[in-house]
């Protein structure tokens, strides 16, 4: 899945994907080279696994937390190496267990909010194949395992050959479109609308984002660029949604 994210930008190297930096300003020159796009990162790919994964973590939260604007003096930002910090991202990563799991055996608790920056969604359900939604066909002489798994290689062999053409299309139709944020703004208000969840502040931010990825989504479809169709897609984010921890 990871794969199928960076495809979009054209960010897989030779090496595959970015595995997590392990210091805070590692985390920040990451971010600021995947500025105004997705941040991916390969847990796998991080060979030295010097620090452990929920400190990391912890590092890219408050890193995320503290990209809001705020008025502070220059001299503390120059003696704390602060300028420059502005980055607009969605960092995305995947795990054995959740980040959340991850923070409570290691004898800590998520931080009020850290859901909002860091919402945990479980790769699959109970009724799903792995990764995959919905009835698959075996291929002739393979397991269903074995076919989902065929699947699951062959989109990322696809991701890398292809990598880098959706984001460049989509951004062509929507430079051109002048009433491309009203589209936005109206596909976020119908997710907002048709999704109910509960009245507090972080179900509705996490719903919030939901809604934007919605919202991208379908104007990739208006513009021919995602061959999809807007219902399932609605039902898949709305999915992940009622899914995420």
């Not at 009020?112 to 194949?129: F, K, M, Q, W």
Request: charge should be positive; aromatic fraction near 6%; proline fraction near 3%.
């Amino acid at each position: 899945m990871l794969y199928a994210a960076a495809s979009v930008a054209g960010l897989i190297s030779d090496d595959g994907l970015p595995g997590w930096a392990d210091s805070e300003a590692g985390l920040e020159d990451q971010a600021r080279g995947h500025r105004d796009c997705s941040m991916p990162l390969d847990d796998s790919g991080d060979g030295s696994h010097k620090v452990p994964l929920h400190v990391k973590a912890r590092a890219l939260e408050f890193m995320v937390a503290r990209n809001r604007p705020r008025r502070l003096a220059k001299r503390y930002e120059r003696a704390n190496a602060l300028q420059g910090r502005e980055w607009r991202i969605i960092a995305q990563s995947s795990s054995e267990a959740a980040l959340s799991q991850i923070a409570i055996k290691a004898g800590q608790r998520r931080l009020g909010g850290e859901e909002v920056r860091l919402t945990d969604v479980p790769a699959s359900d109970s009724v799903s194949v792995g990764i995959i939604d919905g009835k698959i066909k075996c291929l002739a002489g393979r397991t269903l395992r074995e076919t989902t798994q065929k699947l699951v290689d062959q989109i990322r062999i696809d991701a890398e050959i292809n990598q880098g053409f959706p984001l460049r299309a989509f951004l062509r139709s929507y430079v051109k479109d002048v009433t491309a944020l009203a589209k936005v703004k109206r596909y976020k208000e119908q997710f907002e609308r048709e999704v109910t969840v509960s009245s507090s502040n972080a179900a509705l931010r996490i719903r919030s984002n939901f809604a934007l990825i919605w919202a991208a989504a379908a104007l990739a479809i208006d513009y021919g660029v995602l061959p999809w169709k807007k219902r399932p897609t609605f039902k898949a984010v709305e999915k992940c949604l009622r899914q995420a921890n």
